[in-house]
């Protein structure tokens, strides 16, 4: 079993940066795939970005991708994302996933999820 736990959201203007954290239990995060979702009201949940538990791969959303960064301390078990140039229409819920030994876009292949931190981008 993997908690995650994720912090760092809040309201930014647009352009500015936030940068999110998800914190992980357990002894095997070195393993897990880390993935970032978001909701938006009223949308599917939505792929971010990935950071692949082997080989150190990361990939991106096609509207994130050159803005948002996803790394990972894999001593501290924790994943970040740093979100720069940041847009109204990335105003969601975004959500920590992770998914053991495989790597994933969509929803269906993480099996743990964490609670939600909201981002919010004024014009």
């Known amino acids: 079993q993997v908690r995650l736990v994720e912090s760092g959201g809040g309201l930014v203007q647009a352009g500015g940066s936030l940068r999110l954290s998800c914190a992980a239990s357990?002894?095997?995060?070195?393993?897990?795939?880390m993935g970032w979702f978001r909701q938006a009201p009223g949308k599917e949940r939505e792929f971010v970005a990935a950071?692949?538990?082997?080989?150190?791969?990361?990939y991106y959303a096609d509207s994130v991708q050159g803005r948002f960064t996803i790394s990972r301390d894999n001593a501290k078990n924790t994943v970040y994302l740093q979100m720069n140039s940041l847009k109204p229409e990335d105003t969601a819920v975004y959500y920590c996933?992770?998914?053991?030994?495989?790597?994933?876009?969509?929803?269906?292949?993480?099996?743990?999820w964490g609670q939600g931190t909201q981002v919010t981008v004024s014009s």
């Open positions: 357990g002894r095997t995060f070195s393993s897990y795939t």
């Open positions: 996933a992770a998914a053991q030994y495989r790597l994933g876009y969509t929803r269906d292949r993480y099996d743990y």
């Open positions: 950071f692949s538990w082997s080989g150190g791969s990361t």
